[in-house]
């Protein structure tokens, strides 16, 4: 299952609130006691969690990242494949990639001039991955942390805008249209978010080629939907309190949870007591779906990594010596049509 059964080293983004938080409560009472390195971007929040965690017992770094600045990743991943160097932290057996973002327009930028919603959902998480590749251990498996949003609006109660794919430049591109009414910008801020998760779940594919040829695993965590995690930033106040105070009672409905009940099954999968054989599928809330067909589309994979590779540069390449062996395709190259089959046709 991980390079050791007894105490797995667990890498989680986002740990000091909503689901992340979750995650890491979960953490630290599951049975195998994981080794954690905890990466966040908010210096107090970051060192109350590792606190948390050593208070319960366990072994816990702390590592900031902030998914909106291509040079906070590389920060990050220099410091992790530091640590992992050393020996002070053995090679990652899972890593939990549940940090995102959420706004209420699309006028929000990263530090490196990208779309804020698509540079930290997309960008930032394929050069998170570009990074976490050599400290994998052989056996290693990479969660990411998909949304019912990418399967339009439907799905996702209503709330969120159906995605609307476009090339990946475009998608990078902030709204520098006349400000609308705050419903428009709602609505933009909406499809950003639907198409950045659509966008993540296609990535998703051509990564988990490049890391089953080496024997690791990568799956697509879905949570459902969770009220009162604080995902959107920017609410207005009124809208913040029916968000935290009222929605948390739409997860008696089919397709939501609470941030414990998905914590529990996101846990599961990452560690591998539940789908354990599984490996470029859709787990949604404990249970095997499958991702949008066009997900799938060979040709929009290669789009999109061709340019997330040009966008990241070598942010995702520390300069560390490889803790296990080179992928087969080296760094630059650009990956093939997933060889994962959908459910129901195999």
Known sequence: MTQSDIT???????PTRGIGRAMLHRLLTHPAQPRLVLLARDRGSLDEAVAAARAAGADARGIL???????SVRSALEKVAALVRSGEVATIDAALLNAGGQFLDRRHVSAQGHELTFAINVVAQHAVLQGLVPLLSPTGHVVLAGSSTHRGKRQSFGLVPDPFWQEPAELAIPDDTPPGTFRAERERGGVAYA???LALVTLSHPWATRLGSTG????????GLVAG????????????????????AMAVLPGATTPRGTARHAVALALGERHRDRHDAYIEIGRET????????????SRLWA????ATGTVGHPDIPMVDRELPEGDGGMPGESTHHPIGQR
């Open 8 to 14: 797995p080293t667990v890498l989680l983004t986002g």
């Open 65 to 71: 990242l902030d998914l909106a600045d291509l040079d």
């Open 195 to 197: 198409t950045s998760k």
């Open 216 to 223: 690791r695993r990568l799956n697509v965590y879905d949570p």
């Open 229 to 248: 995690t604080g995902l959107v930033r920017g609410m207005p106040a009124y809208m913040d309190w029916v968000w935290r105070n009222v929605m948390p």
């Open 290 to 301: 499958r991702a949008e067909a066009v997900t799938f589309d060979a040709g929009r994979q």
């Open 307 to 310: 340019w997330l590779q040009d």
